[in-house]
């Protein structure tokens, strides 16, 4: 059990994030948050992620550290230097629910998951949770750098209090669904940032924890990885067990999570059904990037060393000249231009279409046409896509844009960096009916008779 404390009018009130075992819960709750809050002083030293092995020695050797007061002055007068990261959170999540937690950059999702996750205590406020909780968060976090891929499934194994016959049953599909057979046996400070989230999510998803806690974990690893977390995040909800899953991908969340969660700077703005709370998202979204060209000033993801500048998305005919409205077939070219403060080589730059529900619709890079980016510092680069015959229906659709080397490092990534329109269909893909679905597949049909019955 985690405490920190706060004194308010003489009085002690005790904080805790408190982790049961699931006998012990008489009722159908996993989780519950009671006005959890987390203050952070901007420019101060914070207390860097702890690996588990760490974590569990620290308890074991200095336990009275993990007891330390937040400085009153800190609490009773946050100064300028001072940011709540999560201000008064409260609710529930019952035991076999998968849920949802999405919100913009610094909305503070990944601080809920830490306080969750027992890598950081609460300022304010408290936190229950019946069961023992399996955690992916952020790359280098939950390993033992040291240790070797299987030394560090039996630790994770051993600190959720599974006895190694446990262990040993379940350590072959470990290693199979990570697809790292050949690197079990190396230490995982050589893995790269696409290996160790394998291994990683492969240990907290079939460990067999109560409740798993992953986030961004799509954010890494190629596309049929992405889809293999996915269908085991719905095996482990089928199994009974509760999951909490932090994502930028709305269609993930609404394929996964029938209940959402919506964080806005700190504080829970909505919490409902997936469909009302990612609409109330997408609306936001839709709002702030409506029609943007300057990239500036947009909120955005990654290390800065290089950042999009601006994006114009114009539709041209098949021969590239301007034409007046986007319609269903058209090409699209998108002009997209960034500043480049060091040195990068062979970088990505990938762009993808949502419809308004975040399913993602189109996702193209420039490494599919073999080609590779090297920017050098005071660069001034344009990159230019051209979609051919786009065929999307009428309708409104956002673009995310994103940089990067490998599909690990993040150098620049904004999610909703600009929108456009689908004004008009063009001749020859009229419906006799206007049918659901964003995209209009052009297709051959053939109808064939023949006389007397079928052999």
């Known amino acids: 059990m985690l405490r920190g404390s706060k004194e308010s009018a003489g009085q002690a009130d ?32 914070q207390q860097g992620y702890k690996t588990l092995r760490e974590s569990v020695m620290g308890i074991l050797t200095a336990p009275m550290q993990r007891f330390k007061k937040i400085p009153q ?64 968060l952020e790359v280098g976090t939950g390993f033992h750098p040291e240790l070797t891929g299987r ?66 974990v799509l954010a890494v690893g190629d596309a049929a990885f992405q889809k293999k977390c996915l269908g085991k995040m719905g095996d482990v909800a089928k199994e009974g067990r509760t999951v909490l899953f932090v994502s930028h991908n709305m269609g993930a969340i609404i394929a996964l999570c029938p209940r959402c969660l919506l964080m806005n700077n700190g504080r829970l ?24 060209s300057d990239l500036r000033t947009a909120e955005r993801r990654g290390t800065g060393k290089a950042v999009f500048s601006s994006i114009n998305i114009k539709p041209v005919t098949q ?45 193209v890079n420039t490494a599919q046409k073999g080609t590779f980016v090297s920017l050098k510092a005071g660069q001034h680069v344009m990159v230019v896509f051209v979609l051919r015959e786009v065929l999307l229906l009428p309708g409104t659709y956002l673009v995310s844009v994103w940089l990067g080397r490998g599909g690990i490092e993040h150098t620049d990534f904004i999610e909703y960096a600009t929108s456009f329109s689908m004004a008009a269909d063009a001749e020859g893909t009229k419906h006799v009916e206007v049918f659901p679905g964003p995209y209009l597949c052009r297709f051959d049909s053939s109808v064939t008779y023949q006389e007397g019955p079928g052999e």
Not at 164 to 174: T, V
């Open 14 to 45: 005790e904080l805790a994030v408190n982790h049961h075992f699931l006998e012990n819960n008489m009722t159908d709750i996993a989780i519950k948050v009671e006005n959890l809050s987390k203050l952070y002083k901007i420019g101060a030293r």
């Open 73 to 136: 002055s800190a609490i009773r007068n946050p100064q300028s230097e001072s940011i709540w990261a999560l201000k008064d959170v409260s609710f529930e999540v019952k035991q076999g629910e998968v849920v949802g937690i999405i919100g913009g950059n610094g909305a503070g999702k990944t601080t809920l998951l830490k306080i969750l996750s027992r890598i950081t205590e609460p300022t304010e406020g408290r936190a229950e949770i019946y069961g023992r909780v399996g955690s992916l």
């Open 269 to 292: 703005e909505m919490a409902g059904a997936v469909r009302e709370v990612t609409a109330r998202y997408q609306a936001k979204s839709f709002a702030t990037a409506a029609d943007r």
């Open 319 to 363: 021969y590239g000249e301007p034409i007046p409205v986007a319609y269903t077939g058209c090409n699209l070219s998108i002009e997209i231009e960034i500043d480049c403060h060091v040195d990068i080589a062979d970088s990505n730059v990938a762009i993808v279409v949502y419809d308004l529900n975040g399913y993602r619709l189109i996702d």
């Open 151 to 216: 030394e560090n499934i039996y630790l994770n194994g051993a600190i959720l209090g599974m006895r190694k016959a446990e262990i040993e049953h379940k350590f072959h599909e470990i290693v199979a669904f990570s697809e790292i057979e050949k690197f079990i046996d190396t230490p995982v400070k050589r893995y790269s940032s696409g290996m160790y989230v394998r291994l990683a999510f492969a240990v907290a998803a079939h460990l067999e924890p109560e409740v798993l806690v992953v986030d961004e």
